[in-house]
């Protein structure tokens, strides 16, 4: 009897503008490490440069001072434009513009090359690394002095380069274990509406692959999630049958699918845990509560004869800028750090009780599945109003220019995309109670703790940002 062959999926054919577009970046793939280098250059324009100019003048604004243009290029363009491109091109600031990336890539060329260690391929790394980061952008005021953009960003320069050096070979293990930034985008990507995907898939679930094309380290024949892809396009040879091929799709597809895309539960938790430590960055600004919890603090550490509380933190964590009227102190240090842990920890768990409860009742209501796979794929409905969350929390200064058409435009704005997140996340769970087979009539309860969660999330930062 003869032995049944195995059948191996071929690709179809993409669409012709798909085609297109995939072999524009194709032909031009040799061509990105110029993009790279040009950015390297911006990197240090305004980054390094800001620091070392004379104060700018109160008639000074980004048209006339390079320390204020560099400032809105950073916090009112870059960071909240990248974060929101994932929805439309993915991760393709990482693959294509990234310095800090393509820096730790070439130095991973002639560096140690040694394997990557298990510690750094724990999952929670870059959660680890993405709220250190953010925590100490805060307590080093980096959205208002040019000496903490360049520490930060500096830092976080070295540090690839540093990774780079050391581990593996011609790949970037700073981009896919340990990057604040890569995590944010790799994560977010999955709402994006590119894909990249094998042509001839293998089963079994996503692997890691120190050797091979990616430099991310993705086993290209197995993968079936965006996150780690920075759309490279190494591993994409339309005239072959092997390797990946782009796909375009609906934002938010992959998340609908979530269980056919390996779902992580750490990603889960850090949409948890990035929605809290945003919240909690601006909390501690904007309450006047916040000012009397740290004098109530102040005054009992004080009491305990721990006096060195009011000596100025060093300048390596803490903002130090007499010459403008801000020096923090190991309060007000331990305290911001403080009160963005407890918001993010509240947040984390606020949420993952609302997820519990909807996975449960997912389950009443026929959803197949054990607990703990309905809770992370449930966990995903989330992820538009995280994003919105961190844009809102961490690039605020995007809307500012609305100032222009009334004074209540920025706000409206802010209300409208959070209104929209809510709703995207509504019929993200929807989809997902449908793949696990809950019906559609008894979807309704599943999705109200979610939404109950998210609902009191949308009410902190009416409090905080909106000023309702």
């Keep these: 009897m003869a032995t049944p062959r195995r059948v191996v999926p071929i690709a179809v054919e993409p669409p012709p503008a798909t085609a297109r577009v995939e072999a524009f970046f194709v032909r031009h ?80 060329r002639v560096g ?110 197995r993968k079936q999630a965006s996150r780690h892809c920075i759309e490279c396009f190494r591993c994409v040879h339309p005239q072959s049958q092997g390797g990946e091929r782009l796909r375009l799709r609906r934002p938010g597809r992959e998340v609908e699918r979530i269980r056919e895309h390996a779902p992580d539960a750490t990603e889960v938790w850090f949409f948890f845990i990035a929605t809290g430590t945003a919240l909690g960055g601006f909390l501690w600004l904007m309450l006047p509560s916040y000012q009397t919890l740290r004098a109530d603090v102040g005054v009992a550490l004080l009491g305990l004869g721990w006096h060195w509380i009011g000596e100025a933190a060093p300048a390596w964590i803490a903002s130090s800028h007499p010459q403008r ?25 606020a949420l993952a009780l609302a997820t519990v409860a909807s996975a449960w009742l ?46 209540d435009a920025p706000a409206q704005a802010k209300q409208a995309l959070f209104v929209i997140a809510v709703a995207w996340s509504l019929h993200l769970g929807n989809r997902i109670l449908a793949l696990q087979g809950v019906p559609a009539r008894s979807r309704w309860r599943p999705l109200l703790p979610s939404m109950a969660g998210i609902g009191a999330v949308g009410l902190s930062w009416w409090a905080a940002i909106f000023g309702l």
């Design 362 to 407: 997912a389950g009443q209501a026929g959803g197949d599945g054990t607990l703990r796979q309905r809770f992370v794929e449930l966990g995903y409905l989330t992820m538009p109003v995280a994003l919105v969350s961190l844009v809102i929390g961490l690039g605020s200064r995007l809307f500012e220019p609305l100032a222009a058409l009334g004074d």
């Design 325 to 349: 009227g801000e020096v923090f102190s190991w309060l007000d240090v331990g305290m911001i750090a403080g009160y963005m842990l407890f918001w993010a920890a509240a947040t984390a768990a």
């Design 29 to 108: 793939r040799e061509r990105f490490v110029w993009l790279q280098l040009a950015m390297c250059l911006v990197f240090v324009a305004f980054v390094f440069v800001p620091a070392w100019l004379p104060e700018p003048t109160l008639d000074d604004d980004a048209t006339t001072h390079l320390a204020l243009a560099a400032n809105y290029a950073m916090w009112g363009l870059w960071f909240p434009l990248v974060l929101l491109s994932v929805v439309l091109t993915g991760r393709s600031w990482c693959g294509l513009f990234c310095p800090m990336g393509a820096a730790s890539e070439w130095a991973s």
């Design 112 to 221: 140690l090359q040694r394997p990557v260690p298990r510690w750094l391929r724990w999952s929670g790394v870059p959660v680890v690394s993405f709220v250190v980061v953010t925590i100490l952008g805060q307590t080093l005021g980096v959205r208002e002095h040019p000496e903490a953009v360049a520490l930060v960003f500096g830092g976080t320069m070295a540090l690839a380069v540093l990774f780079g050096a050391i581990w593996a070979r011609a790949k970037r293990p700073w981009c896919r274990h340990a990057c604040p930034i890569g995590l944010l985008l790799g994560v977010f990507s999955r709402l994006g509406a590119v894909q990249f995907e094998p042509k001839r898939p293998v089963p079994g679930g996503e692997r890691y692959a120190e050797v091979g094309l990616c430099p991310t380290m993705i086993d290209i024949a």
